[in-house]
């Protein structure tokens, strides 16, 4: 944990991996080398180029990577479009872990466990899902449902097909919104991906993605029988402080930055829908 | 007034207009808000009296969005920054039915409202109506328009600015006199926004001291009505629409007189260029420091 | 209980070898600035200008400065205030605002900034002798006659009775020349005080109903169209309120490096909430609501029923359109209390 609220550490990005067109993959370390702090899958960090901006990330890499972290992060405003041009040896803030986890050491223990992400949405996944990997004899049956608008635009493609996919008891099922040419996987919205598979109403789901495809997926699943506390979720608001302090990542009376991100689904039914 | 609720209430009732823009009672006689009415319940809140300051003008930016006509009633100093806002094409005349109400100056706990002592008279820019009394039409205030304006001018310049920096540093940049502005209708304000540079929310530098202010006042010069506005809502008690007052007093100086709000928008003292007017350098002459 | 005569305050407060902030006149208002001999205090001033809480969090203040040099960075915090001061003459209301910052500010994790200025602070309450019309604190659990701070002052006419609660507080009174005073005096004042309270328009407010357990029941009201309608989407209440204390961080360029500084927000402003890809309280209508369910629900829920209103009525003078909360407390409770 960083010693000191607001007050970050100094971290130096060591690989910088092109992901997709509009995503790419930040590898931290500390400044004396190894891991800034350690985290659980789904915790956050703050991190920052001074001068430009803060802003949350989920930490993709799983705890139990004890060399580095990893960041997947999407270009989209000014200080990801900063962070996307910027070469390894850069030094950036980083200060974390904020937030909950997923409860892999609790609920998720020993459960099947299907994950369904759309999108940048697998960054926070993978964590889990590379966490999962590292202890399997705690778990059941792993099933990965991932879409993306294309083959170029999913996430962490080799390590998906090169590992995840060879891996025995992980089910793999890609997507994509539209077809096109050289993939021969399926075509179509994660939602409608997830009827068509079909899956027992057990175990345990973690979706993440963009909110429409959480909208629909979550109504998928209930529809297959799933009840509201088998699903989690990610959230994510604009957040200044990451402690719960700044007064403006809350859904009702809960902080996304402290009492989530990670929220299961009859909790977030009990808030107001202002997210 | 009760002509006024009676006539908005038919107005309601037989169809001209969908709602009512006005105000509302609250817990005692200076506690009265804008509200909107949209049937005879509603209108039992309905008041008008010595206690209506806030202008209505600005609400119809985004009222003349609604579906129908509403009725909004406007006091005469109000009528100009409608007729401003028509000017500036930010509400559409045939979106709302006028009723011009007599005013014999508006109060708060402390007396007469500063920008109805020093009133602007009592005619009405525009109007589809206008229900007033006697009382009404006689002057409010003693007040003389451009007598605080003076006593700054008759100032040395040090004093002056030691003036406006002792009042200026108060500010807690809440915003309160853009958002209340009538003449501030930009759908994104260059302070809120993030690329501009300039994006502040806090006096981390002097800026709103040396900048901000002079900058919005400049922003509305031309524009501005003199609905005083801004100085009524400052919870810091600045009285900012001296600058803006100052603006329109050199403005008539060097360009004749002039009133935005009234006019035919076609020739105003900023927009319109003429052979006689005055040189970049009268600056200098005017300057007394 | 100790007590001195009035006229001796000036001379006590400019015996005090801190520094000492205290309601003083500022162009018109009344601030709570650094106190200097011959300055006119405005102990008379109810709901101050602006409040206590700027000296423990001021509306901008500087966290850290970075220096930029290639591809590497050097931090160097601001260092933390280290100089021990007296806050004099915050009111209960304002006292109790304090709690709830320390509720914020001091909870884990703690905000450093913060907790450094509370410790090295003196607090000096001050009893109200005349509460006014727009007063409504004890709704909130507060007592007008006992501020919770680490020495109390009674105004009594041409006296002031004092007694203080707190090691720090002691250490205040014992270097100031008092007399012994009878208990039984303060106790008819803090009657009398009670009794001109009760007497007060929004004294008794029905708060049933504002709590977690009615948090969704409160959040969908259709109430709140017709209460938010007319607000500007200023920041002059959460400026002016004593709990306000939402913030941003940002950062400056200095032309020397960049300063990281945090500066008060406003969940009135309409980029408070906005992202890349929008915001999730889009119209002024869902800020609005924020601010209020806020103080009197989402806190609550969270802090064992403590509410971060304490009625000390700076919205009702405040709000450019009246748009306080007390109406919206009568607007969505359950009316008035019996």
Same mark, same amino acid.
Not at chain 2, 93 to 118: H, S, V
Not at chain 3, 177 to 185: G, H, K, N, W, Y
């Given at each position: 944990?960083?010693?000191?609220t607001?007050v970050?550490?100094?971290?130096i990005?060591?690989?910088v991996?092109?992901d997709?067109?509009?995503?790419?993959?930040?590898?931290?370390?500390?400044?004396?080398?190894?891991?800034?702090?350690?985290h659980m899958?789904?915790?956050?960090a703050?991190?920052s180029?001074?001068?430009?901006?803060?802003a949350?990330?989920?930490?993709t890499?799983?705890?139990?990577?004890q060399?580095f972290?990893?960041?997947?992060i999407?270009?989209?405003?000014?200080?990801t479009?900063w962070?996307?041009?910027?070469?390894?040896?850069?030094?950036?803030?980083?200060?974390?872990p904020?937030?909950?986890?997923?409860?892999?050491?609790?609920?998720?223990k020993?459960?099947?466990?299907?994950?369904?992400a759309?999108?940048?949405?697998?960054?926070?996944l993978?964590?889990v899902?590379n966490?999962?990997?590292?202890?399997?004899?705690?778990?059941?049956?792993?099933?990965?449902?991932?879409?993306?608008?294309?083959?170029?635009?999913?996430?962490?493609?080799?390590?998906?097909?090169?590992?995840?996919?060879?891996?025995?008891?992980?089910?793999?099922?890609?997507?994509i919104?539209?077809?096109?040419?050289?993939?021969?996987?399926h075509?179509?919205?994660?939602p409608?991906?997830?009827?068509?598979?079909?899956?027992?109403?057990?175990?345990?789901?973690?979706?993440?993605?963009?909110?429409?495809?959480?909208?629909?997926t979550?109504?998928a699943?209930?529809?297959?029988?799933?009840e509201?506390?088998?699903?989690?979720t990610?959230?994510?608001?604009?957040?200044?402080?990451?402690?719960?302090?700044?007064?403006?990542c809350n859904?009702?009376d809960?902080y996304?930055?402290?009492?989530?991100?990670v929220?299961?689904?009859?909790?977030?039914?009990?808030?107001?829908?202002?997210y | 007034?009760?002509?006024i609720?009676?006539?908005?209430?038919?107005?309601?009732a037989?169809?001209?207009?969908?709602?009512?823009?006005?105000?509302?009672?609250?817990?005692d006689?200076?506690?009265?808000?804008?509200?909107?009415?949209?049937?005879?319940?509603?209108?039992?809140r309905?008041?008008y009296?010595?206690c209506?300051?806030?202008n209505?003008?600005?609400?119809?930016v985004?009222m003349?969005?609604?579906?129908?006509?509403?009725?909004?009633i406007?006091k005469?100093?109000?009528?100009?920054s409608?007729?401003?806002?028509?000017?500036?094409?930010?509400?559409?005349?045939?979106a709302?039915?006028?009723?011009?109400?007599g005013?014999?100056?508006?109060m708060?706990?402390n007396?007469?409202?500063?920008k109805?002592a020093?009133?602007?008279?009592k005619?009405?820019a525009?109007?589809?109506?206008?229900?007033?009394?006697?009382?009404?039409r006689?002057?409010?205030g003693?007040?003389?328009?451009?007598?605080?304006?003076?006593?700054? =001018? !008759? @100032?040395?310049?040090?004093? #002056?600015?030691?003036?406006?920096? +002792?009042?200026?540093?108060? $500010?807690?940049? %809440?915003n309160?006199?853009?958002?209340?502005?009538?003449?501030?209708?930009?759908?994104?304000?260059?302070?809120d926004?993030?690329?501009?540079?300039?994006?502040s929310?806090?006096?981390?530098?002097?800026?709103? =001291? !040396? @900048?901000?202010?002079?900058? #919005?006042?400049?922003?509305?010069? +031309?524009?501005?009505?003199? $609905?005083?506005e %801004?100085?009524?809502?400052?919870?810091?008690?600045?009285?900012?629409?001296?600058?803006?007052?100052k603006?329109?007093?050199?403005?008539?100086?060097?360009?004749?007189d002039?009133?935005?709000?009234?006019?035919?928008?076609e020739?105003?003292?900023?927009?319109?260029f003429t052979?006689?007017?005055a040189?970049?350098?009268?600056?200098?002459?005017?300057?007394n420091? | 209980?100790?007590?001195?005569a009035a006229?001796?305050?000036?001379q006590?407060?400019?015996?005090i070898?801190?520094p000492?902030?205290?309601?003083?006149?500022d162009?018109?208002?009344?601030?709570?600035?650094?106190?200097?001999?011959?300055?006119?205090?405005?102990?008379?001033?109810?709901?101050?200008?602006?409040?206590?809480?700027?000296?423990?969090?001021?509306q901008?203040?500087?966290?850290?400065?970075?220096?930029?040099?290639?591809k590497?960075i050097?931090?160097?915090?601001?260092?933390?205030?280290?100089?021990?001061?007296?806050?004099?003459?915050?009111?209960?209301?304002?006292?109790?605002?304090?709690?709830?910052?320390?509720?914020?500010?001091?909870?884990?994790?703690?905000d450093?900034?913060?907790?450094?200025?509370?410790?090295?602070?003196?607090?000096?309450?001050?009893?109200?002798?005349?509460?006014?019309?727009?007063?409504?604190?004890?709704?909130?659990g507060?007592?007008?006659?006992?501020?919770?701070?680490?020495?109390v002052?009674w105004?009594?006419?041409?006296?002031?009775f004092c007694?203080?609660?707190?090691?720090?507080?002691?250490?205040l009174?014992n270097?100031?020349?008092?007399?012994e005073?009878?208990?039984?005096?303060?106790?008819?004042?803090?009657?009398?005080?009670?009794?001109?309270?009760d007497?007060?328009p929004?004294?008794?407010l029905?708060?049933?109903?504002?709590?977690?357990?009615?948090?969704?029941e409160?959040?969908?009201?259709?109430?709140?169209?017709?209460?938010?309608m007319?607000c500007?989407?200023?920041?002059?209440?959460?400026?002016?309120?004593?709990t306000?204390?939402?913030y941003?961080?940002?950062?400056?360029?200095?032309g020397?490096?960049?300063?990281?500084?945090?500066?008060?927000?406003s969940?009135?402003?309409?980029?408070?909430?906005?992202?890349?890809?929008?915001?999730?309280?889009p119209?002024?209508?869902?800020?609005?609501?924020?601010?209020?369910?806020?103080k009197?629900?989402?806190f609550?829920s969270?802090?064992e029923?403590?509410?971060?209103?304490?009625?000390?009525?700076?919205?009702?003078?405040?709000?450019?359109?009246?748009?306080?909360?007390?109406?919206?407390i009568r607007?969505?409770?359950?009316?008035?209390?019996?």
């Amino acid at each position: 944990m960083t010693k000191e609220t607001l007050v970050p550490m100094l971290g130096i990005v060591t690989e910088v991996r092109v992901d997709t067109p509009d995503v790419k993959t930040f590898r931290v370390n500390s400044v004396e080398g190894g891991k800034c702090f350690e985290h659980m899958p789904g915790q956050c960090a703050m991190l920052s180029i001074p001068g430009v901006g803060e802003a949350m990330f989920s930490i993709t890499s799983s705890p139990t990577n004890q060399e580095f972290m990893e960041f997947s992060i999407k270009k989209c405003g000014c200080l990801t479009g900063w962070l996307h041009q910027m070469d390894e040896g850069q030094m950036i803030t980083v200060r974390g872990p904020y937030g909950n986890a997923f409860p892999v050491e609790e609920d998720l223990k020993g459960q099947d466990l299907l994950f369904i992400a759309g999108g940048i949405g697998l960054a926070p996944l993978r964590s889990v899902i590379n966490y999962v990997r590292a202890k399997r004899e705690n778990y059941g049956k792993v099933r990965i449902v991932y879409g993306a608008r294309s083959k170029e635009d999913l996430v962490d493609y080799p390590e998906i097909v090169n590992e995840w996919c060879r891996e025995a008891g992980i089910d793999v099922f890609l997507t994509i919104d539209q077809p096109q040419e050289g993939w021969e996987g399926h075509v179509g919205f994660v939602p409608s991906y997830v009827t068509e598979l079909g899956f027992d109403p057990q175990g345990r789901v973690l979706v993440c993605g963009p909110p429409v495809m959480i909208r629909f997926t979550t109504q998928a699943l209930m529809e297959m029988g799933f009840e509201k506390n088998q699903i989690y979720t990610t959230m994510e608001l604009r957040m200044k402080c990451g402690v719960g302090k700044c007064g403006r990542c809350n859904i009702g009376d809960q902080y996304v930055c402290k009492d989530g991100p990670v929220f299961r689904f009859d909790k977030l039914g009990e808030l107001p829908a202002e997210y | 007034m009760k002509k006024i609720k009676a006539r908005a209430l038919s107005l309601l009732a037989d169809g001209t207009v969908k709602r009512v823009l006005g105000w509302e009672r609250g817990e005692d006689a200076f506690d009265c808000s804008p509200a909107l009415f949209e049937n005879e319940a509603e209108m039992e809140r309905f008041v008008y009296g010595t206690c209506a300051g806030a202008n209505l003008s600005k609400y119809c930016v985004k009222m003349g969005k609604a579906e129908g006509k509403t009725l909004v009633i406007l006091k005469p100093c109000d009528t100009l920054s409608f007729r401003q806002l028509l000017h500036e094409h930010r509400v559409e005349r045939d979106a709302f039915y006028i009723i011009g109400a007599g005013c014999t100056g508006m109060m708060d706990e402390n007396g007469l409202l500063a920008k109805c002592a020093a009133c602007k008279g009592k005619e009405f820019a525009v109007y589809d109506e206008i229900i007033d009394t006697e009382e009404c039409r006689l002057p409010t205030g003693t007040e003389k328009r451009m007598e605080q304006v003076e006593k700054l =001018e !008759n @100032m040395t310049a040090q004093e #002056r600015f030691a003036f406006w920096q +002792g009042e200026l540093s108060r $500010c807690i940049r %809440c915003n309160a006199c853009r958002n209340v502005c009538p003449a501030c209708t930009c759908i994104k304000c260059v302070f809120d926004n993030p690329g501009s540079g300039v994006q502040s929310k806090a006096p981390v530098t002097d800026f709103e =001291e !040396n @900048m901000f202010h002079i900058i #919005r006042a400049y922003h509305v010069a +031309g524009r501005c009505t003199d $609905c005083g506005e %801004c100085s009524r809502v400052c919870p810091q008690g600045i009285p900012l629409h001296l600058i803006n007052r100052k603006l329109i007093k050199d403005m008539n100086e060097l360009y004749g007189d002039y009133q935005a709000g009234l006019g035919d928008n076609e020739r105003t003292p900023l927009t319109s260029f003429t052979k006689e007017d005055a040189e970049p350098g009268i600056i200098h002459e005017r300057g007394n420091g | 209980m100790r007590k001195f005569a009035a006229e001796k305050l000036e001379q006590l407060l400019s015996g005090i070898s801190m520094p000492v902030y205290a309601p003083v006149e500022d162009g018109g208002t009344v601030i709570y600035g650094r106190y200097e001999p011959g300055m006119r205090l405005r102990l008379d001033k109810l709901g101050t200008d602006r409040t206590p809480k700027e000296v423990l969090f001021p509306q901008w203040e500087s966290l850290m400065h970075f220096k930029m040099e290639g591809k590497k960075i050097q931090l160097t915090e601001e260092e933390r205030a280290n100089e021990d001061y007296v806050l004099f003459g915050v009111r209960a209301c304002d006292m109790q605002a304090i709690r709830v910052l320390d509720r914020v500010f001091l909870s884990d994790p703690v905000d450093t900034y913060y907790a450094a200025r509370r410790e090295h602070g003196t607090i000096v309450g001050l009893a109200c002798d005349a509460p006014g019309k727009n007063c409504f604190c004890k709704n909130f659990g507060v007592d007008p006659a006992q501020p919770d701070a680490d020495v109390v002052l009674w105004p009594a006419g041409d006296e002031y009775f004092c007694e203080a609660y707190t090691d720090k507080g002691h250490a205040l009174l014992n270097g100031w020349d008092t007399l012994e005073a009878d208990e039984c005096a303060v106790t008819a004042i803090k009657e009398e005080i009670g009794k001109k309270y009760d007497a007060l328009p929004f004294a008794h407010l029905n708060l049933n109903g504002f709590d977690g357990e009615h948090l969704m029941e409160k959040f969908e009201s259709p109430q709140w169209k017709k209460l938010s309608m007319a607000c500007l989407g200023c920041g002059s209440c959460t400026f002016s309120c004593p709990t306000c204390q939402c913030y941003d961080i940002r950062d400056y360029d200095t032309g020397n490096g960049i300063q990281r500084y945090r500066c008060w927000d406003s969940c009135m402003y309409s980029d408070f909430t906005l992202m890349a890809h929008g915001a999730n309280r889009p119209t002024q209508l869902e800020r609005y609501r924020q601010r209020f369910m806020h103080k009197l629900v989402y806190f609550p829920s969270r802090n064992e029923g403590m509410y971060s209103c304490v009625g000390c009525g700076r919205c009702i003078e405040k709000c450019p359109m009246n748009l306080h909360i007390v109406k919206v407390i009568r607007a969505l409770g359950e009316g008035e209390k019996e």
